[in-house]
């Protein structure tokens, strides 16, 4: 998944100085999940996560998971 414009378009979306985006990318940066993008853009290379089981929707999948990851 690929992020136009940079970390000069992703502040602007999140309302935040260039500074700030650069902050809230380097630890993802650093685990790998993110990237630079050939165009200069930003690249997401973690993977998607799971879709839900049949009938259960993601919320409460995400919310099962987290009780389960509590015990």
Do not use: K
Request: hydrophobic share 45%; net charge positive.
């Amino acid at each position: 998944m690929l992020l136009d414009g940079g970390q000069r378009e992703f502040a602007g979306l999140l309302g935040v100085t260039r500074v700030t985006a650069n902050r809230a990318l380097a630890r993802p940066r650093r685990d790998g999940l993110v990237g630079p993008a050939r165009d200069g853009g930003i690249e997401i290379l973690a993977p998607a996560p799971p879709a839900p089981p049949p009938g259960q929707s993601a919320l409460t999948a995400a919310a099962v998971a987290r009780a389960s990851d509590a015990r």
